[in-house]
């Protein structure tokens, strides 16, 4: 099975003071044909002059509709696609709490401490997150992923140990892959959801839609 994957939201070890709060990382499992089609039927409902349509153009207010589709029922993801959310401050205080016992003091200090003490990457949220996206899916499991300078060749070969199941992982621009193309919308989707829900802004009726796709501990039931 090859299971194509990006994520929304990465900052490398830096947890707490960037410019996200969630982190999101998804997978389809749409052949190239079937996500080609659902990037074409986006941009004939969306219209858009952009070369490349990112979740923004999902979420503005006059694409709803498009949205709704998108991941509803009746959409092309409907059983085919998983996203994994992590809360970047809840996932280091729980950090904190494995390797002191208590979280005393501002957690950026605890950042930078854990990133000092430990191998480098250690912290960063990307690694773990493809090790449970092999083992969502069933059998042996090869993934292309957009680009990424922290999965280096060593890294990826790393992955391939931890997780005897992968048999590849591709590095590919997602601008090359409409697959991961669809991944990155619902990352993206995802992440901008999560974070608005985390400002006491929450969209119910997306919360409703995505929660299929949701795999691992939620933000929303957690």
Known sequence: MEIACDESGSEGEKLI??????????????????????????????????????????????????????????????????????????YLASRVRAEFGSVTGPLELYNDLLRARGPRGALDPLFPAILRAVAQWDGPVSIVHDQQLSLTDGRIRHLRELAPRLESL??????????????????????????EELNGKPDREVIELLMPFVVGPTMWNA
């Open 170 to 195: 591709t590095l590919v621009d997602s601008q090359d892959d409409a697959r991961v193309q669809v991944a990155d919308f619902l990352a993206g989707i995802a992440r901008r959801v999560a974070e």
């Open 17 to 90: 003071g960037g410019v996200t709060a969630v982190f999101a990382h998804a997978g389809v499992s749409l052949s190239v044909a079937e996500a080609a089609a659902c990037v074409e039927s986006l941009r004939q409902m969306i219209r858009s002059p952009a070369l490349e349509y990112k979740a923004n153009h999902l979420l503005r207010t006059k694409n709803r509709w498009v949205l709704l589709w998108f991941l509803g029922q009746d959409g092309p993801l409907a059983g085919r696609a998983r996203v994994q959310l992590l809360d970047k401050r809840r």
